[in-house]
């Protein structure tokens, strides 16, 4: 059994800042590429950044220069620092990552409950 949870969303106003982390625990042997994901209302789910094991990353356009993805393998936790908050940003984020269960398991794909991000004054 494999759980992801996030957590650190809220309310914050236009220009601050937020700080997300998404921890992976249960049987992992090993945890791949760990990606946020967002929805806004009436919108499709969209990638937001990515980041594989290695510490090699990737962001949306919507977020370069604002967003930083970084992680620890270790602890088997992802984090997104936002900055320079908009309220284009407001969505329910979530949290996916490949983990390989054993060393002889594909890797799979899990996702979290997703935690709610506001940007409003």
């Known amino acids: 059994q494999v759980q992801l949870v996030e957590s650190g969303g809220g309310l914050v106003q236009p220009g601050g800042s937020l700080s997300l982390s998404c921890a992976a625990s249960?049987?992992?042997?090993?945890?791949?590429?760990m990606t946020w994901f967002r929805q806004a209302p009436g919108k499709q789910r969209e990638l937001v950044a990515t980041?594989?094991?290695?510490?090699?990353?990737n962001y949306a356009d919507s977020v370069k220069g604002r967003f930083t993805i970084s992680r620890d393998n270790v602890k088997n936790t992802a984090y997104l620092q936002m900055n320079s908050l908009k309220p284009e940003d407001t969505a329910v984020y979530y949290c996916?990552?490949?983990?390989?269960?054993?060393?002889?398991?594909?890797?799979?794909?899990?996702w979290g409950q997703g935690t709610q991000v506001t940007v409003s004054s």
């Open positions: 996916n990552a490949l983990i390989r269960q054993n060393s002889a398991s594909d890797p799979r794909g899990y």
């Open positions: 249960g049987s992992i042997f090993s945890v791949l590429t």
């Open positions: 980041i594989t094991r290695g510490a090699s990353t």
